[in-house]
């Protein structure tokens, strides 16, 4: 295919450089590379971070909740009680 196109000279034609856009292939991987070992790492620390803590909060919750039925179930026979005895 890139055969064909150089053939014809329609690469020539639409100005495309060969080792501009090698550089530029380069430039991109490396920087991908980069940014992968930097930026991503962290990122994905954070959000592994941010999920346990979301984890962690939401079992919290669930114990909260069943505690306040536990309560409340407590108090409706102590009302009871109370009615019964009155």
């Not at 856009?21 to 590379?33: A, C, E, N, P």
């Not at 803590?53 to 409340?72: A, G, L, N």
Request: no cysteine.
């Amino acid at each position: 295919m890139i055969s064909t196109l150089l053939a014809s000279g329609l690469l020539d034609d639409l100005g495309v450089n060969f080792r501009v856009l090698g550089t530029q292939v380069v430039i991109f991987i490396i920087t991908f590379i980069v940014l992968s070992r930097v930026l991503f790492g962290r990122v994905l620390d954070h959000m592994k971070r941010r999920e346990e803590e979301i984890r962690r909060s939401t079992e919290t919750i669930e114990r909260d909740r069943q505690e306040v039925e536990r309560m409340t179930a407590e108090y409706q026979a102590s009302v009871v009680k109370v009615v019964r005895a009155a």
